[in-house]
C-alpha cells in the first residue's frame, strides 16, 4: 500500500501564503498523476488541483485557478501546492493522493488516504 504524508498546513490570515508538502513511497507520482483534495467541516471532499506524471500538465478546480500552483519534485516522489490569496473558504483539511480523470473532473485512484494537513484562514 502506498504512504502518502501530508504536512505543511497551518493558522494564516485570510491574504497569506502556505505551502503544502505530500510525500509518497515508491515511485508512485512518477508513474501516475498526483492531485490534492480538501475537506471542509461537513461537506465532501472535493478535488482541487492536478499535476501530470512528467509534470508537464496542470488542472485546478475553477474556485482556485489563479492563486493555487500545483508542481512536484520527481527525484523527490513529492507534490507541491503553493496556495497564495487564501481566504476563509479554503479552510478545510488538504489530502493528496494519486488521480485519474472522472468525467470533466479528477478523482483519487486509490481507496486509501494520509492523515492530510489542516489548513485554517482566519477572517
Known amino acids: 500500500q502506498v504512504q502518502l504524508v501530508e504536512s505543511g498546513g497551518g493558522l494564516v490570515q485570510a491574504g497569506g501564503s502556505l505551502r503544502l508538502s505530500c510525500v509518497a513511497s515508491g515511485r508512485t507520482f512518477s508513474l501516475n498523476s498526483a492531485g490534492w483534495f480538501r475537506q471542509a467541516p461537513g461537506k465532501e471532499r472535493e478535488f482541487v488541483a492536478r499535476i501530470s506524471p512528467s509534470g508537464s500538465r496542470t488542472d485546478y478546480a475553477e474556485f482556485v485557478k489563479g492563486r493555487f500552483t500545483i508542481s512536484k519534485d520527481g527525484a523527490k516522489n513529492t507534490v507541491y501546492l503553493q496556495m497564495n490569496s487564501l481566504n476563509p473558504e479554503d479552510t478545510a483539511v488538504y489530502y493528496c493522493?494519486?488521480?485519474?480523470?472522472?468525467?470533466?473532473?479528477?478523482?483519487?485512484?486509490?481507496?486509501?488516504w494520509g492523515q492530510g494537513t489542516q489548513v485554517t484562514v482566519s477572517s
Open positions: 493522493n494519486t488521480v485519474i480523470p472522472y468525467g470533466n473532473t479528477w478523482r483519487a485512484r486509490a481507496d486509501y
